[in-house]
């Protein structure tokens, strides 16, 4: 890989952090500051409780447990999501105060600037409604107040796929800072294995291009079917994701 390559990855990587902390913002039923990091709570249902860090920033310990404070006063415990171009100090900081990694997804991006032919499965706009439906369908029980809650996120766009005349399977993307990040995508278990994430996939990285967006983003589990469906889509690797959660309650 060349060195132009590395820095298109690692400044694409900054850009998702960035507006995937600025679309959390969207959950927020009460949120506050603790130096360079923002705490979102969104209700002790969702599981978007969660801190993000400003950009080149290096929090203190002391701030880690202010923010734990924050959410644990509420009823939840703490989370801090960070990426892996965080800063050594930032992880001895995390560590000080308790928090330990508990969760790694593995970021793509895909430059809008080439596409890929769109799949001969249809792929559509869906309602609030029939969307949350088919995506608590796909998602399975305890997927119902999230799914509800981001159907109807600001700025979203809802897409599903049919196959036989039948809903196929789901995906969302938002779009924050030139970023189209894709997530809530999930195949229905009867439709699976037949092309339906790829074509969910394509049909959003061509509707990110039309919305203006020059980056598209997703997150998967390491080593899932998943991450192969991304990769066939020709995203690109550019980091990960980490989530840290507060092991010491009431500390």
Request: glycine content about 8%.
């Amino acid at each position: 890989m060349t060195t132009g390559q590395l820095t298109v990855l690692e400044n694409g990587l900054a850009r998702i952090a960035q507006a995937e902390a600025q679309g959390l913002l969207a959950y927020a039923q009460a949120q506050a500051t603790f130096g360079p990091i923002t705490a979102i709570f969104s209700g002790a249902e969702l599981p978007v409780n969660i801190a993000t860090l400003a950009p080149d920033s290096t929090p203190t310990a002391e701030e880690f447990r202010a923010t734990a404070d924050f959410f644990e006063s509420r009823g939840v415990q703490a989370s801090v999501q960070a990426f892996s171009n965080v800063d050594t100090e930032t992880l001895a900081a995390l560590a000080e105060a308790d928090f330990a990694l508990t969760q790694i997804l593995h970021v793509y991006l895909h430059p809008l600037t080439t596409l890929p032919d769109l799949s001969a499965i249809a792929v559509q706009d869906a309602p609030p409604e029939l969307w949350t439906a088919v995506a608590c369908r796909a998602f399975g029980p305890g997927s119902e107040a999230i799914m509800g809650v981001n159907a109807e996120l600001p700025n979203i766009t809802r897409v599903m796929a049919w196959l036989d005349d039948q809903p196929a399977g789901v995906g969302l993307m938002g779009t924050d800072l030139g970023v189209a990040m894709f997530f809530s995508g999930a195949t229905l278990s009867e439709q699976r294995r037949r092309g339906v994430q790829s074509a969910l996939l394509t049909a959003r990285l061509h509707l990110a291009a039309q919305q203006g967006a020059d980056l598209a983003s997703v997150n998967v589990t390491p080593g899932s079917g998943s991450e192969r469906n991304i990769r066939r889509a020709r995203f690109v690797q550019c980091g990960a994701r980490l989530r840290f959660e507060h092991t010491k309650l009431g500390g």
